[in-house]
């Protein structure tokens, strides 16, 4: 009987250490190129998701402040075009307490609008009713204006337009004095021809929606 030898001890360690560093197999390296790639689709996935969204809060500070801005700037102005300089109420056939003043030369909402004025010389809230301003890039402003879109100006009359693309304007100014009511004490009664409240609302390219609101009185 022929018995085959056995090897050395040296020589089995290292035929097992081939076995072990021999490679890895076909289905191995598929297996790898699968997982590998899941991992770099969710971490894309991730960076493109942040890459979107990271802008979205600069673009809103941005639409708030021009908001904030034009509602300050309507602010200044005089309550009604008859209102005398340094202040004074100015009176209304109706729904008004004053009883000393010029008379109102926007007796009613439908005479809200310019007088044939240009921006820079606004000189009361209701001359902005219904204007809607625009940036570059838009063609309408808010639905709530009626009125077509116009190059967005600055308070001097300077054409902004290209500072903010993608941004509309719409201004609202209305009789509020039932409004106001709701905020004073009940022994407070404010007519509603002697408050108006000035809407501005502010839309940008991400279709987000700003409104800032605040009440002029009759003074």
Do not use: W
Request: aromatic letters at 8%.
């Amino acid at each position: 009987m022929y018995l085959k030898p056995e090897p050395h001890g040296d020589l089995i360690l290292l035929r097992r250490y081939q076995r072990k560093t021999a490679g890895v197999t076909l289905i191995e390296m598929v297996i790898f190129i699968v997982i590998v790639g899941i991992a770099v689709t969710a971490v894309m996935s991730v960076f493109i998701s942040v890459g979107r969204s990271g802008a979205d809060p600069m673009v809103r500070i941005r639409g708030i402040e021009l908001g904030q801005a034009v509602l300050e700037e309507i602010m200044l102005k005089a309550y009604d075009n008859s209102t005398p300089a340094g202040g004074g109420c100015v009176q209304f056939s109706s729904a008004s307490r004053c009883s000393s003043g010029p008379s109102a030369t926007a007796q009613s909402a439908a005479a809200f609008g310019n007088d044939g004025e240009s921006r820079d010389t606004f000189n009361d809230v209701d001359d902005y009713h219904d204007i809607a301003y625009c940036g570059a890039n838009v063609t309408a402003a808010d639905s709530a204006c009626s009125s077509a879109c116009t190059d967005l100006l600055d308070d001097a009359g300077n054409n902004i337009a290209a500072e903010y693309a993608g941004y509309a304007v719409c201004i609202q100014v209305s009789f509020a004095g039932s409004e106001v009511n709701n905020t004073t004490p009940a022994d407070v009664s404010v007519p509603d021809n002697d408050a108006k409240r000035i809407d501005v609302i502010v839309t940008d390219h991400l279709k987000s929606r700003y409104l800032l609101s605040a009440y002029r009185l009759n003074f």
